[in-house]
């Protein structure tokens, strides 16, 4: 079956401080993999997408990893800042589909 | 542009109205979708129109109803809606249906009374 799970469900920091979400998989056949963010009753905006051959990903303070081998990614955000604080969904597609499956998301506090 | 538009942003009807939700994109996708997002859910889909014509109706009760009239436009229209089906409702397009990132919509937030 294909799922993806996300950990953990919610987080709480401190504004400033790092944070590193993780993402386990098991969709196959893979095609690639994105991280959204989800702030409260809006779309979800893409920060990352990676497919099989790619093993980290930047996007300003956003840094995904993807382990293909694994079937792990993970969603590293630095210096984390009030407007950080949303939900961070992974996304994974298989390949040759219109299917995307979503994982729970994991939701963000970030605090003063 | 890699924008999705939506109107309106929020709706609220009751359950005699007749309403319609629209979305709209200018990136040449061929594929656009609806997906239906209850709250701390992920996204659920709806329906994926591939060049205009429908290709997936993920089982979705008639009283949605969904229109493609052209590649750019993507219409959602709602009758007889049920309190239940008070959700977000999220436009996505992507170049076609069988791969290529999904660009999502703000969303319409739905209230029915």
């Known amino acids: 079956k294909n799922q993806v799970e996300q950990s953990p469900q919610s987080l709480i920091i401190l504004e400033g401080k790092n944070c590193t979400l993780q993402?386990?998989?098991?969709?196959?056949?893979?095609?690639?993999l994105r991280w959204y963010k989800q702030d409260t009753g809006r779309g979800p905006v893409s920060l990352t997408i990676?497919?099989?051959?790619?093993n980290t990903k930047s996007n300003g303070r956003y840094t995904a990893t993807l382990d293909a081998d694994t079937k792990q990614s993970s969603l590293h955000i630095t210096a984390s800042q009030l407007s950080d604080s949303a939900s961070y969904i992974c996304?994974?597609?298989?390949?040759?589909?219109?299917?995307?499956?979503f994982g729970k998301g994991t939701k963000l506090s970030v605090i003063p | 542009d890699t924008e999705v538009t939506q109107t309106p942003k929020h709706l609220v009807m009751g359950m005699t109205n007749k309403k319609s939700l629209k979305c709209e994109q200018h990136?040449?996708?061929?594929?656009m979708y609806w997906y239906k997002q209850k709250a701390k859910k992920p996204p659920e889909l709806m329906f994926v129109?591939?060049?205009?014509?429908?290709?997936i109706n993920e089982s979705v009760p008639s009283r949605f109803s969904p229109e493609c009239p052209n590649s750019s436009l993507l219409n959602l229209h709602l009758h007889a809606l049920q309190p239940e089906d008070s959700a977000l409702y999220l436009c996505?397009?992507?170049?076609?249906?069988?791969?290529?990132?999904?660009?999502f919509g703000p969303g319409t937030r739905l209230t029915v009374t």
């Open positions: 996505a397009s992507s170049q076609t249906w069988t791969g290529g990132e999904q660009y």
């Open positions: 993402c386990n998989y098991t969709v196959s056949p893979f095609s690639n």
């Open positions: 990676m497919t099989f051959s790619e």
């Open positions: 996304v994974v597609s298989r390949a040759g589909s219109y299917q995307l499956t």
């Open positions: 990136m040449g996708h061929r594929a």
């Open positions: 129109y591939s060049y205009e014509k429908l290709s």
